[in-house]
């Protein structure tokens, strides 16, 4: 784990009366990530919707990552229906003896069922919920692809996460995804920390930290949360607890991995039809995309 300063450092190194050194994650080619996710409609699983999504991402990793894992799997829901389900798992530097792991959930939710939704009917365009994480990703793929990274890292993209509820007795048909990769994982070095990336392009950004996350893994928030101060986004990654969330880095902290969630769950389109491209931000995107890469060069 590398101190506090290391960040100001890196960032000061250009010396005076020089430019800093350009962003390493594009904010605004992320965003039309979002866009183009949104362009296929709710990607709820099983739909087409969610088909071709899943087809675009495999093409895009596949020219991106040293390698692309594809697991694919059925999954019968409660309400009987069988869903072709797929994660992602894009690997770079794969032989590397240090890893770690980032997710994001690229399904969306069939019925935007939150209590104060215009309608609750209507399914969940997914711009934040779903589409920003999977938007980082795929900026730091490309980062990657220009500048591979010194330890091994994996993108998760995973499935099935949005598709049943989140309140009733056992939270039926949600995590889907993630339970599967907890259950599969690939052989060879368990990753060393997970960071899962949940609604993270809000205009209005603020990160809490976790509960969960802070129980489960405190030294992988503590480093996460230092590398954003370091880099100068304390007031966006605020040092306190707000929210403990059941999400896609508790199975994987059940199944022995140091896994965090970072979200900003004071989003008013939760689970609303009202989750569009207008409410997620380039900048927002770039902020937590310099924050994930400036945690990868802080682990050795």
Known sequence: MVGRGLMLLLIASGGCGQSPPP????????????????????????????????????????????????????????DGAVLPLRNFIARFNPSAPTRVLFVAHWDTRPHADAADSRDPSAPVPGANDGGSGVAVLLGMADQFRASP???????????????????????????????????????????????VLDMVGDADLQIYQEGYSLTGAPEVVEQFWAVAADLGYGHIFVGQPRHSLTDDHVPLQQAGISAIDVIDFDYAAWHTPDDTIDKVSARSLEIVGQVAMGFIRSIH
């Open 23 to 78: 962003p390493e994650f594009d904010g605004a080619a992320a965003l039309e990530y979002v866009r183009t996710q949104l362009s296929f409609g709710p990607r709820i699983s099983g739909s087409e919707g969610h088909r071709a999504m899943g087809d675009w991402l495999d093409s895009m990793l596949t020219v991106r990552a040293d390698s692309l894992v594809v697991q694919a799997w059925e999954h019968t829901a409660a």
């Open 149 to 195: 990274p010194t330890i091994g890292v994996d993108l998760l993209f995973v499935d099935g996460e949005d598709y049943g509820s989140f309140y009733a007795d056992g939270q039926p048909d949600v995590l889907i995804g993630s339970k599967y990769y907890a259950a599969h994982q690939l052989e060879g070095v368990r990753p060393r920390a997970a960071v």
